[in-house]
């Protein structure tokens, strides 16, 4: 999520820096509150290639991400998304996600290890 008003640069950021790699980019979103959608599509690169390429993309995307907002607005954050929100979110915040998580979910059993691993 990236304020409307850096919409525009954020987008020809990410079409610039897809440039450096061998997939294509999709990009789209809900311009009214600047929450964007960035995907990859591989064609035909082979599997282990097309994930080395998209790991250093996205983490120089969300590294412009959090420059301009945040890692998400959405109503969660998927296992994609996983390092990014560590790294945006620290480990104060985590941990008290974390217990959070516990106190409403003791068993683990709702989406387990999705996010938080499994204690």
């Known amino acids: 999520v990236v304020p409307v008003t850096k919409i525009p640069d954020y987008v020809v950021f990410a079409d610039q820096l897809a440039k450096e790699y061998d997939f294509r980019l999709q990009s789209f979103g809900h311009a009214g509150d600047g929450n964007l959608h960035i995907y990859t599509c591989s064609n035909d690169m082979e599997r282990e290639e097309f994930l080395r390429q998209v790991d250093d993309f996205m983490t120089k995307l969300y590294a412009k991400t959090m420059e301009l907002g945040v ?4 109503h969660g954050i998927g296992r994609g998304k996983i390092k990014y929100l560590a790294q945006a979110a620290g480990d104060t ?6 217990g959070i998580k516990a106190v409403f979910d003791p068993k683990m059993i709702l989406n387990p290890g999705k996010i938080f691993p499994m204690p």
């Open 71 to 74: 890692i998400s607005g959405e």
């Open 93 to 98: 915040n985590i941990a008290l996600m974390q």
